[in-house]
């Protein structure tokens, strides 16, 4: 396969995804370069051999390297790039970009909001809305809302979700520490920043533990057993990354035995999570149908990358916008 990047007026993209409107909103930019939708797996299997540029995300099957004879680059979606083969890419000279910071504020507010529910017990408070159930006042101090003044926050990978969400915790006068691989780089918001390798010191600490983190080797299964029995009877988890980084047999227990206080999780190790999985009927569970990164400026943000890339790759350019291979 050639290298060579066609000239906007020969290139054709096509865009996947099963509900993002991709298509129209690329249209309103009048860039005269062809495009379509696709919105199943089957219809990008059979239209993937027209495309020299996709923009795609959960449709990516590394099998389809083998029907795209055009491809040149992809741009994904989402921040999340463990779907794809990148060796096999790189062999093919196709290149591949993420959309991380696209969804930096949906995703950080989510956190937040996610945090404020469980403090607030806003998730029970709708439980009881739908059961006519008026609550009373509690004695038991344990059981009562919190505030969140004064709370320890640790922030498991302080990239740009992490980031701004330390600096919105600081806001609620949250004390913040977090994990990165290197400290040095941090931008602000958290009051310590330690590298992943001091994580189990850190945990005890917090009364939330937020995951902002990419899956990896490293981070896969990250909150395991142990993590779970290090954690304050009190304190809560709030995934906001990789279902994979969590051990989900372990987060059941401890949810079930009361070894920690509460979880709000966005994404599982399937999805969609099955009916009967007994996550479902968790009262100290929040789930939310891996939406956080979800925003009306979604289409618009990743359309901001897709071009900014396009324009580096018909100058031949070396370095992409998110550029992974």
């Known amino acids: 396969m050639t290298n060579t990047f066609p000239n906007p007026s020969d290139l054709t993209i096509c865009f996947a995804h ?8 690329f249209a309103r930019r009048e860039t005269g370069i062809r495009h379509f939708q696709v919105w199943s797996r089957q219809e ?3 239209r993937l051999p027209e495309a020299d540029v996709l923009v795609v995300s959960g449709f990516w099957q590394n099998s389809l390297l083998e029907n795209a004879p055009k491809l040149r680059f992809i741009q994904s979606i989402g921040a999340g790039v463990d779907q794809f083969d990148q060796a ?7 290149r591949l970009a993420n959309a991380s910071g696209v969804n930096r504020n949906a995703v950080s507010e989510h956190a937040v909001a996610c945090i404020l529910a469980l403090t607030r017990q806003i998730h029970t408070g709708r439980d009881n809305q739908r059961q006519h159930i008026w609550r009373g006042m509690i004695s038991d101090l344990s059981q009562r809302e919190d505030e969140l003044g004064g709370k320890t926050l640790l922030i498991v990978g302080l990239g740009a979700i992490g980031s701004r969400l330390a600096k919105l915790a600081k806001a609620f006068d949250m004390r913040v520490i977090a994990t990165k691989r290197n400290p040095d780089t941090a931008q602000g918001g958290a009051d310590e920043v330690y590298t992943p390798d001091r994580l189990a010191e850190l945990i005890p600490q917090a009364d939330f533990v937020a995951l902002t ?9 990250l909150i395991d057993e142990a993590a779970f029995a290090a954690m304050k009877p009190g304190a809560y988890l709030i995934n906001m990354a990789r279902g994979r980084c969590v051990d989900e047999p372990a987060l059941l227990a401890a949810l ?4 920690i206080a509460g979880a709000a999780i966005d994404h599982f190790w399937d999805e969609p999570l099955p009916a009967d999985s ?4 968790l009262e100290n569970l929040l789930i939310t149908p891996h939406t956080a990164g979800e925003t009306r400026m979604y289409e ?15 100058e031949a350019r070396s370095d992409l916008r998110n550029q992974v291979v």
Request: charge should be negative; proline fraction near 6%; hydrophobic fraction near 40%.
């Open 213 to 221: 983190c990419p899956l990896t080797p490293e981070t896969t299964n």
């Open 88 to 94: 096999a890419l790189a062999k093919r000279g196709i």
């Open 278 to 281: 007994p996550f479902w009927d």
């Open 18 to 25: 099963v509900a993002y409107q991709m298509e129209t909103t």
């Open 300 to 314: 618009e943000n990743v359309l901001d990358i897709l071009l900014e890339n396009l324009g580096r790759l018909e």
């Open 256 to 259: 079930r035995d009361g070894t």
């Open 44 to 46: 990008l299997a059979e």
